[in-house]
Structures are given as C-alpha cells and as structure tokens.
C-alpha cells in the first residue's frame, strides 16, 4: 500500500481518537478536540466506533457533543445523518456476523449429520446449537409416536426440571401439540396467557416445573409427514423475530435429515444383516443337502452290497459328525423311544437322540446319535432315513432269517416230541444254527396276556410274539417255537447267570417288541439238551406251570422260575429238588450248627413248636431265656429279619421238617 493511502487513514483514526476524546472531555472542551471542522470529517467519529464495535448508543455522543458546544444546525444535521450511516453499517454487520455465525452453525451441523454415527448425538448437538445461536434458556426436541398417537420428549439442553423432560403431549395439546397436528410452526411471548392452545395439567405442569414463558415451536418435516418438533423457549417474555423462526426451522430440517439418515441407516444395517443371515442360511442349507445327498448315496450303496445295520450307523456317524449306534428296544430309553415310534420322527433325550427302527408297528431298536444335543433340522431327518434303511434291512434279514427260524423251530420241536432222535444228528443240526446243544440252557414258556377283539388279531399277536421270540433266540444262540397257543424258547445260561434273571429279561424284552404284556416261565437248568430230550420236556412243563402260577398270583407280564415260589416251588419242578428247597431256605443256619457246633436248628424247632414263644422254648431246651434270645437273634442274621413273617415261617417250618425227615433217611 502507498504512502499516499496510509496517511489519509491514520489521520482519520487520529481525528475519531480527537473527537473521542472530546465527547468524553465535556463542555468544556474545544470544538477541534471532539467535533469535526468542516463536512468530509463528520464520518469520522462514527467510523472509530464502528472500528471498536462500540454500543449503539455511543453513537449519540457526538451529536451531543456538538449541540453541547453551539454548533450550527447544518453541522448538527450532518452529524445526524452520519450517525445514521453507521448505525444502518452497524446494524448490517451484525446482521452480517449473525447469518455467518448461524450458517457456520448449521454448515457444522450438516458435517456432524454427514458422518451420522450415533442419531442421539446429533440432536443433541442441534438442540445446543439451537439454544446458542438463539439465545435461549432452553431448547428441546420431540418425536410423534405413530402408535401411541401423541409426541414424547426426546432430546432436551438447558433442561432442569425432570417431569419436563418427561412430558408426553397429545395431538393438538399445548403448543407442540399443535405444531405436530398441524404442521406449522407456532410461537407464544407468554405461553400461560396464550389461549390458542388446548392446555391440559399435566402439560402445563411440566412447563411450570421449567419456569418456561415464550416458547418457539418449529415442525421436523420428512416429505409431508410430520415426525416431531424443535422448541426454543424462555424463561421470561420474548419476541422471536422472523429470521429466528426461520433459523429454528433450518435446524429442524437438518434434525429431521438426520432421523431421516439414522432411520435409512437402521433399516440399511437390518437389511445387510438379513441379507448376510440369508447368505449363512443358504451356506449352510447347502451344506447340509450336500451332506443329505452323501448319506443318500452312502446308504444306497450300503443297500445295494448288503451291508448291515452296524454298516448303517457307521455311515450316518461320519455324515454326522457324531456317535451313532444301533440298540435293542429294551436298551433304549423307553419314554423316548415311545414317542419317536408313535410320531414317527427322531425325538431327543437328554444330550442324545433316539430314532425308533418299526416295521409294520413292530419296534425292531432304535438308532442312538449320542452326545448331540444340538441336531439341524436337516440333520435329524437325516437319522430318521438312517432308521428307516436300518427298518428295510431288518426286514430283509428277516426274511432271509424265517427260513432259518423255521428250521430252529423244528429243531425245537424235534427235541420236545422225537425223543428218540439221534443226539449226534441233533447237535450237527444246531451246530449250522450257531447253537451248542451240549451248553446248559432254559426252557422258557411266554405267553401273550392281552384279550383278543377276535380270532385274526389273536393270531397276528400269536406271529409278534413267535417272530420276536425267533429273532431273541438267533442273536442268543438258541432255539424257539411255537407251541400251545404260546412260544417256547431254549436259550443258553451264561456263567453267573440264573434261571430268573433270564426269565425277567426274556418277559421284558418279548413285552417291549410286541408291545403287550408277555407272561415267562422259566424251567431249572437243563445240562445238555441233546443228549437228554426228556429232561427238556420235563423242563417245557415246569415252564408252563410256573406261567400258569404267575397268572393266578396276578404276575401278568412277569417272568421266574419255579425256585421264585418258596415251598410252591417243589410242586412247580418237574423234578422236586428237596434237598435244593432245604439249603435256599435254612441252609445257613444248618451250615452255621455245623461249623459252630451250635443248636440254632433245634432251636428253631422247638420255637415253632412252642408257638413262637421264647419263654416256653426255653423251657423245653432247659436253657435260660436269654440263650433263647442270642440263638433267635442269630438266626435273624443268618435268614433276614423278616423270617417270622407268616409266609417266610410256614417255609422256614416246612423246610425244618424236611431236613429231619431227609437226617433219618439213610443214604
């Protein structure tokens, strides 16, 4: 800049500090130190206030000043109209300063919402801006509720009264309420005089509790619906002029741009999430058909070589990634299994699944998938089709097996009807049927308990029970047949094994395959059936008696022997096993006296004989009633404390006398 330039203004700014100076003097100060010579300098004054952004009324100083010193009126009316001059300047740079200040406002604003991240955060910095740019005690946002049918407050700055911030206002209630009915913006400099609002207590409550007295309310527009308000208000009497209606309408446009973005942004990030849900659904439906179309071929294949059941549920525990086993009906769960024979589908229990193997309402097992809890729905039909194969396959070893069950049962019936037969052709017969007929075995009777509706069901119940019988007596290694309205079974003992047990387990498992009560009785052991077919007549009949004696002690569905019978056992056997009778019953306590030396068996005898009276026992052995007493208390260690119950005494008796009646026989 020139010379010429620069001294122009610094004798203006020396000027203004001269005329300032003078109107801060008084009257008593020269003209030339505060009021400007000849008409070019009257702005100078006013400029040096405009440069120090003095108040406006600074700007009647000068004026003053010169009516103050006698100044001609023609000086004093270009003073005034210079004053005028800086005043509209003023007044404009401040406008100025003010649009700057609110579209530096709202430009920021528009940043904040162009990186929308968190919708609340964006309100609140509109609401706060609001409240600034305004100069207001408070500013506050409300949405509408499209399903309660009224607006709620959601975002409040400078807020201190909590019921305030709470306040939920119907269609057309209080002046938000209005503003949201009608989409238009509405302000009031008294809110409590203004009757155009429908005033209700609990709104007029919550704005008492905020001291609250003018109030601006602008509509939040999307398109031409209405989603809420923006509010600036006061704590005293205030006009809004227009150009502070019209800035709170921009932020509450940039306030419903941004509900608009998070509203777009949740539905966008829902859309995503659906969108990358359906991608896993689909990844995972495809791998799970190419998981179904693997166990499909898998088990084709075990079909088509003739694998087996095993075969099967080892295929189905690679597809699975699990343990899967086959299981008789009796080792399953019986509840489960229950319910997955009736639905027909595979049900879980517990950590594991139970798929039922039926075939024409026969339960032939189940299929186990163990320690799976969490089993697709893809996965679970994958088992069901595991069973159903494990069903056909079955049933196509059945088929193949009948001829053989046929031969095991004319094996059986041989031994009970020809018993002249040569022992050596009997065992080269059972020895192709994978039976050793020089092993102990059990002749076993079952019978069916359920009442018939006619003659065609009792004779498919009849089949059940003799097909379930067979298939029991192949995987035993034993022989079955039917026989007098019933099914007959010769099944090998194992070591440590009983008669009972087996007859318990037989009864059991018959009754779970058929699904009906199946009464068995089991014979006393049989030592080489080939080579003594009359005992295993013997043993059929005492099957059939103990069958019988069940029914009438009303054991329906049970199985035992005839040792199960106490002293009703020796009419059961076929052959009577005294001795055996004696040693089950009081053998202890015989075993004890010849040890010990002891009396404990005439004692026993002389109780009973007594009446069971101590005190005359002790008279007919001359020993004192406390002998008396430890003997019977030995006895009660020896037979258990129930044996003076009626039923165990009459056995305990019958059983003394035996044992006297077996000591004077000679051998």
């Not at 999430?273 to 190419?290: C, F, M, P």
């Not at 056997?573 to 306590?589: C, K, N, P, Q, S």
């Amino acid at each position: 800049m020139s010379r010429d330039h620069v001294e122009p203004v610094e004798r203006s700014v020396s000027d203004a500090e001269a005329a300032a100076h003078g109107a801060e003097a008084g009257p008593g100060v020269p003209a030339a130190a505060g009021v400007p010579d000849g008409p070019g300098d009257a702005e100078t004054p006013f400029l040096e206030l405009l440069a120090r952004g003095a108040s406006a009324e600074a700007y009647d100083r000068p004026v003053l000043l010169a009516r103050a010193e006698g100044l001609p009126p023609e000086r004093i009316a270009v003073l005034e109209h210079a004053k005028r001059l800086a005043l509209r300047v003023r007044s404009e740079l401040e406008g100025r300063r003010r649009r700057e200040a609110e579209l530096s406002a709202l430009f920021e604003t528009a940043h904040d919402l162009a990186g929308l991240r968190d919708v609340d955060a964006v309100l609140q910095a509109i609401v706060q801006r609001a409240r600034s740019l305004l100069g207001t005690d408070v500013a506050y946002l409300s949405l509408n509720d499209p399903v309660r049918g009224d607006t709620y407050m959601r975002v409040t700055e400078g807020s201190v009264a909590a019921r305030f911030q709470q306040l939920r206002l119907g269609m057309g209630e209080g002046l938000g309420g209005l503003v949201a009915q009608t989409a238009r913006p509405y302000v009031t400099d008294d809110y409590f005089r203004d009757d155009r609002f429908r005033h209700t207590t609990t709104i007029d409550a919550g704005v008492s509790d905020e001291g609250l007295v003018a109030i601006l309310g602008v509509p939040l527009m999307l398109g031409a619906n209405v989603i809420g308000v923006l509010f600036a208000a006061d704590r005293r009497a205030r006009v809004f002029e227009r150009e502070q209606i019209a800035l709170l309408g921009s932020f509450a446009a940039l306030a419903a741009a941004a509900i608009d973005a998070a509203n777009l942004l949740t539905e966008t990030r829902s859309a995503l999430a659906g969108l990358e849900r359906a991608h896993e659904i689909i990844q995972d439906r495809s791998a799970v058909i190419e998981r179904a179309s693997d166990v499909h071929d898998r088990l084709a294949e075990l079909v088509l070589r003739g694998g087996g059941v095993h075969d099967v549920a080892a295929a189905v525990s690679q597809v699975l990634a699990g343990t899967v086993d086959f299981t008789e009906a009796g080792a399953a769960p019986a509840a489960a299994l229950e319910t997955s024979r009736a639905e027909g589908h595979a049900v879980r229990h517990q950590d594991d699944w139970i798929a039922a193997v039926t075939a024409g309402g026969e339960l032939l097992g189940a299929l186990v998938l163990r320690g799976h809890p969490g089993l697709d729905p893809v996965d679970q039909r994958t088992l069901e089709r595991a069973a159903m194969v494990t069903s056909l396959l079955l049933l196509a070893r059945r088929s193949a097996a009948e001829a053989e069950q046929r031969v095991r049962g004319e094996l059986l019936d041989d031994l009970l009807d020809a018993r002249d037969r040569d022992p050596r052709v009997l065992r080269e017969r059972a020895s192709r049927l994978r039976a050793d007929l020089d092993a102990t075995h059990v002749v076993l009777a079952a019978r069916l308990e359920a009442d018939a509706a006619d003659a065609d069901q009792e004779a498919d119940a009849r089949r059940r029970l003799w097909s379930a019988a067979s298939h029991l007596a192949a995987t035993r290694h034993g022989l079955a047949a039917a026989r007098d309205g019933g099914t007959v079974l010769l099944l090998p003992l194992a070591p440590g094994d009983t008669a009972t047990e087996l007859a318990h387990r037989t009864a059991r498992h018959l009754g779970t395959a058929v699904h009906e009560a199946v009464t068995v009785g089991a014979s006393a052991p049989v030592q080489g059936p080939a080579a003594h077919p009359d005992a295993v007549v013997a043993a059929y009949e005492e099957g059939r008696r103990c069958v019988e004696a069940l029914r009438l002690l009303g054991r329906c569905g049970d199985g035992a022997a005839a040792d199960d019978f106490g002293f009703l056992g020796l009419l059961l056997a076929g052959a009577r096993d005294v001795a055996g009778f004696v040693e089950r019953t009081i053998g202890e306590v015989v075993a004890y006296d010849e040890r010990r030396g002891t009396d404990l068996v005439r004692t026993l005898d002389a109780y009973f004989a007594c009446g069971m009276s101590p005190a005359r026992t002790k008279d007919d052995l001359h020993v004192h009633v406390n002998t008396v007493a430890q003997r019977l208390e030995r006895v009660a260690r020896l037979l258990g404390e129930d044996w003076q119950s009626p039923a165990r005494a009459l056995e305990i008796q019958l059983a003394l006398r035996l044992h006297r009646l077996a000591a004077r026989i000679p051998n």
